[in-house]
């Protein structure tokens, strides 16, 4: 008929408080050890991408370290290296880069904890340990894989490391207390060196999990009517 026709929509940006991971400048190739990665300054956190280089099954996963120095000088001191647990995020919320969780998302959980002295050890002027925190690529990815890569990135930090007599600190949520139990006992097993003093379980099933199948059902029939 000739006549055009517009369709009008609102849009609502949130502004991610304190830290953000999707800033900063161009990312720049890096070869540390035998790891090759991008690494993107911004404000004194990096973010640098490790892709994983021993197989299982296969394949291999990769990861993105978002880390979060303790001083002004973009060091790692004293690591405290935090493995990301089971994260649909690919599926469920494929418009934020890192999925459901993150190092910004972390911290939030810090902060809102009823522990002060828990949140001056990981922010602020009193931060005592540099925050590492593993984003899978695939965050859904089986626990040997995620392991294997886990190995790597443990290299890589104690590689990096400007104190070679500061040992690590590992904390695995969920899954990743799995996966960190996984590839600490398998360097153990191949007398390689973690350097890793402390290991922490958060909130991880070490007898299994079981999802019950309508909540799994849910899930699918959610994942479906999001994708269409």
Known sequence: TGSVLYGHTQIAIEEMPGLSLYNGSTPQLQSKGEQTMNRNHNNGLDTIHIQGTQNYLGKANGATLA?????????????????????????????????????????????????????????????????????????????????YLLKEIIQWVNYEKVDDSIQNVILGQSMGGLVARYALKDMEDHNKDHDTRLYISHDSPHLGANVPLAYQAAARHARRQYIR
């Open 67 to 147: 880390i979060d120095y303790s001083g002004t000088v973009e060091e790692i001191r004293n690591p405290l290296i935090i493995v990301e647990g089971f994260d649909p995020g690919a599926v469920t919320n494929p418009e934020e880069i890192f999925g459901d969780n993150d190092l910004v998302s972390f911290l939030r959980e810090v902060e809102f904890s009823v522990s002060a002295a828990l949140d001056n050890l990981l922010k602020g002027g009193a931060q005592q340990f540099d925050l590492i925190y593993v984003n899978w690529d695939k965050g859904t990815d089986v626990i040997q894989r995620n392991a």
